[in-house]
């Protein structure tokens, strides 16, 4: 799309790279705070005779949100495409945190029994869909607003960067509500007041709302689009409805992109996402130990990310994530097996382990937010990246819960873990070896090639075929 210029004033990208980050941060900040309360939620909202099975409940909660993830991506990506990333994103960040928060209110079964799961599965449909939403609007204008040279660096910021920061403010939440509320106190209210918390993330649409500029990609759109319609000619990229992304030319792409964010997800929620639970019931690490893991394992995830993302820059997206999937269908379940094999005591080796983990498993998707915003033009950008993220996440996030239906007590955990480990790393290294290239060629208006692969990743920018 030809270049066309607008009467913004000049554009700072650090504003919308900040809001992106940390918006994204609080959404699973939001999202992740029930694996760190699954136990108390199992018991007060869930209770079942089984442990396995309590927790398999609680894990389908979670997973009923991750399910709405794709008709949230649809409906707010639209409009984000449509109207602008920017307010789409405000009203979002209000709706995933006023919704956590409400979780936290909600009784126990035995104050009125079946009503209680159903609330707060209700509950978990809303912030599904808001969840959905922020992925389209923190996934493009980000990496919409920053220069091309740190396009990469900011996808790992945001996309692994960001579940890392996340996942470290719901760690610190969890030590310090863990002594505010310490054995059976935690029980009782400690799990409600980590849900409580989720109002923090709600107020960060208030930064959005007064600081934060519109994409510069978008506005550009915008005006190319009206200046088309003035001279009467096609405009640059046609209307579009969200069934246009499984037909036609971008249907390949669309579905090999959901293959992918699966394989990616699928290593973040079977390592990151269940090392609350491994290091749980399963290990039985003290809480506030456990809790001091949990957090310096996402601060090496936003290290683990933002380096990887800023190699995709380097040597790009294909290379990067063929190589560390390479590492991983390996590294991963060795890992998760180790760290059910250490005492709890041992908590020097189990923090090894979790580090060791949690930077390989979040190094894999750190390239996947701007690979997917290469392979949309600007005008489906916000929905086409926000459905395969989501749709994929989502098939990934459920697998969680099928380990532990599949685990008859909690010490057959670990053996499923590393079996499911291996099958979804070699799903993702297989789709990144049928796809291509992308770097640089974000502002280009039509998409990568969705069948050739580009052999020549020493090039800077891509030129994709029509």
């Given at each position: 799309m030809p270049h066309v210029a607008t009467n913004t004033k000049a554009h700072s990208p650090l504003p919308a790279a900040f809001a992106s980050v940390m918006g994204w941060s609080f959404d699973l900040f939001d999202l992740f705070l029930l694996l760190y309360v699954a136990g108390p939620v199992g018991r007060q909202i869930f209770p079942a005779q089984s442990e396995t099975f309590s927790l398999a409940l609680v894990f389908a909660s979670f997973a009923v949100s991750i399910i709405m993830r794709p008709g949230g991506a649809a409906v707010f990506g639209e409009l984000a495409d449509r109207i602008g990333r920017k307010k789409i994103m405000v009203t979002v960040l209000a709706g995933v945190g006023l919704s956590?928060?409400?979780?936290?209110?909600?009784?126990?079964?035995?104050?009125?029994?079946?009503?209680?799961?159903?609330?707060?599965?209700?509950?978990?449909?809303?912030?599904?869909?808001?969840?959905?939403?922020?992925?389209?609007?923190?996934?493009?204008?980000?990496?919409?607003?920053?220069?091309?040279?740190?396009?990469?660096?900011?996808?790992?910021?945001?996309?692994?960067?960001?579940?890392?920061?996340?996942?470290?403010?719901?760690?610190?939440?969890?030590?310090?509500?863990?002594q505010l509320y310490p054995g059976a106190a935690f029980d009782e209210w400690g799990w409600r007041v980590m849900f409580f918390t989720g109002l923090l993330g709600a107020l960060l649409s208030l930064f959005v709302l007064t600081k934060?500029?519109?994409?510069?990609?978008?506005?550009?759109?915008?005006?190319?689009?009206?200046?088309?319609?003035?001279?009467?000619a096609a405009a640059p990229v046609q209307k579009m409805r969200i069934k246009d992304l499984l037909t036609g030319k971008y249907r390949t792409i669309t579905l090999l992109n959901i293959a992918l964010a699966a394989?990616?997800?699928?290593?973040?929620?079977?390592?990151?996402?269940?090392?609350?639970?491994?290091?749980?019931?399963?290990?039985?690490?003290?809480?506030?130990?456990?809790?001091?893991?949990?957090?310096?394992?996402?601060?090496?995830?936003?290290?683990?990310?933002?380096?990887?993302?800023?190699?995709?820059?380097?040597?790009?997206?294909?290379?990067?994530?063929?190589?560390?999937?390479?590492?991983?269908?390996?590294?991963?379940?060795?890992?998760?097996l180790a760290i059910a094999g250490t005492k709890p005591s041992e908590t020097g080796t189990i923090l090894m382990l979790s580090c060791l983990l949690a930077f390989f498993a979040n190094a894999a998707y750190a390239p996947l937010m701007v690979f997917l915003n290469e392979r949309y033009p600007t005008a489906i950008r916000s929905r086409g990246t926000a459905i395969t993220w989501n749709t994929g996440f989502m098939l990934g996030g459920l697998l969680p819960t099928f380990v532990n239906l599949l685990s008859?007590?909690?010490?057959?955990?670990?053996?499923?873990?590393?079996?499911?480990?291996?099958?979804?790393?070699?799903?993702?290294?297989?789709?990144?070896?049928?796809?291509?290239?992308?770097?640089?060629?974000?502002?280009?208006?039509?998409?990568?090639?969705?069948?050739?692969?580009?052999h020549d990743e020493a090039s800077q920018n891509m030129h994709p075929r029509s």
């Open positions: 956590t928060a409400a979780m936290g209110l909600v009784p126990t079964y035995a104050a009125i029994g079946a009503a209680a799961p159903i609330i707060f599965l209700i509950l978990r449909v809303i912030q599904g869909l808001f969840v959905g939403g922020v992925t389209a609007t923190t996934h493009t204008l980000g990496t919409e607003s920053v220069p091309e040279r740190w396009r990469g660096l900011m996808s790992g910021l945001i996309g692994g960067g960001g579940a890392g920061i996340g996942a470290a403010m719901a760690s610190v939440t969890f030590i310090v509500v863990g934060v500029e519109e994409s510069p990609l978008w506005l550009e759109a915008q005006e190319a689009a009206k200046a088309a319609r003035a001279s009467g394989g990616a997800g699928a290593q973040y929620y079977l390592t990151s996402g269940f090392l609350p639970t491994l290091l749980g019931p399963v290990v039985a690490v003290p809480t506030v130990e456990r809790g001091w893991i949990l957090l310096v394992a996402s601060l090496v995830v936003v290290i683990s990310a933002t380096a990887t993302g800023e190699l995709s820059q380097r040597f790009g997206r294909r290379k990067t994530m063929l190589i560390i999937g390479g590492i991983n269908v390996v590294a991963l379940p060795l890992f998760t008859p007590t909690v010490g057959d955990i670990p053996g499923k873990l590393a079996i499911f480990l291996v099958a979804s790393t070699a799903v993702f290294i297989g789709v990144v070896l049928i796809s291509p290239e992308t770097r640089g060629a974000l502002a280009e208006s039509e998409p990568a090639d969705s069948t050739a692969v580009v």
